[in-house]
């Protein structure tokens, strides 16, 4: 079993930065493709994106890209998203997620486990 948990969220004015945090417990994540999805109110959870087992791949969803950067320190077992310039939109609830049998999956169905969310909210 692998546990994460999320920290980092918070509020922020539309152009500022965040860095979210993912750390893991109970088996290392060295062999695990890690990913992070959002979900707004009212809304289904969505893809943001994903990370190699390595960090060698990543994948972005279009509406963050050049924003947000995903990266990995398996040595701390921990995995990050580094936003910037944030924007109303954005705002969410952040989750982290891991997953060993895609590789870089963008669906949530391929991911085995959960963490329970960081708030992230960005004031206009």
């Known amino acids: 079993q692998v546990q994460l948990v999320e920290s980092g969220g918070g509020l922020v004015q539309a152009g500022g930065s965040l860095r979210l945090s993912c750390a893991a417990s109970?088996?290392?994540?060295?062999?695990?493709?890690m990913g992070w999805f959002r979900q707004a109110p009212g809304k289904e959870r969505e893809f943001v994106a994903a990370?190699?087992?390595?960090?060698?791949?990543?994948f972005y969803v279009d509406s963050v890209k050049g924003r947000f950067t995903i990266s990995r320190d398996n040595a701390k077992n921990t995995m990050y998203l580094q936003m910037n310039s944030l924007k109303p939109e954005d705002t969410a609830a952040y989750y982290c997620?891991?997953?060993?049998?895609?590789?870089?999956?963008?669906?949530?169905?391929?991911?085995?486990?959960w963490g329970q969310g960081t708030q992230v909210t960005v004031s206009s």
């Open positions: 990370i190699s087992w390595s960090g060698g791949s990543t």
């Open positions: 997620a891991a997953e060993k049998a895609y590789g870089l999956a963008r669906t949530s169905g391929w991911y085995d486990y």
């Open positions: 109970g088996r290392t994540i060295s062999s695990y493709a």
